[in-house]
Nanobody, 122 residues
Framework: QVKLVESGGGSVQAGGSLRLSCAASGYTAYAAWFRQAPGKEREGVAAIYTGSGSTTYTDSVKGRFTISRDNAKSTLYLQMNSLKPEDTAMYYC??????????????????WGQGTQVTVAS
């Protein structure tokens, strides 16, 4: 069992930046960030395979968000720049020991954090 705890959410003006952190109680090779806005399905934002450092992003955040991981600290990060009002959502980190196929599908992950709210004002 891996416990995930997110932090770093908050309120920011459009164009601003936030960095989310996700502290893990153990190591997992695959990790990702998801978000869910009210009334919408949970959406994959960014994923990383720590074995190779391979990353993948949903199109709407490419060039603005960066996922990274500090293995020594067992912490996952999401640097979010040029934030837009449409980025407003609850953000969750997720992890698993093996993810086959698309790494932005929430069904692929068994470990989840409790979420951290990000609100972007226009």
């Amino acid at each position: 069992q891996v416990k995930l705890v997110e932090s770093g959410g908050g309120s920011v003006q459009a164009g601003g930046s936030l960095r989310l952190s996700c502290a893990a109680s153990g190591y997992t090779a695959y990790a990702a960030w998801f978000r869910q806005a009210p009334g919408k399905e949970r959406e994959g934002v960014a994923a990383i395979y720590t074995g190779s450092g391979s990353t993948t992003y949903t199109d709407s955040v490419k060039g603005r968000f960066t996922i990274s991981r500090d293995n020594a600290k067992s912490t996952l990060y999401l640097q979010m720049n040029s934030l837009k009002p449409e980025d407003t959502a609850m953000y969750y980190c997720a992890a698993d020991t093996l993810v086959l196929g698309t790494r932005l599908s929430p069904a692929k992950y068994q470990y989840w954090g409790q979420g951290t709210q990000v609100t972007v004002a226009s």
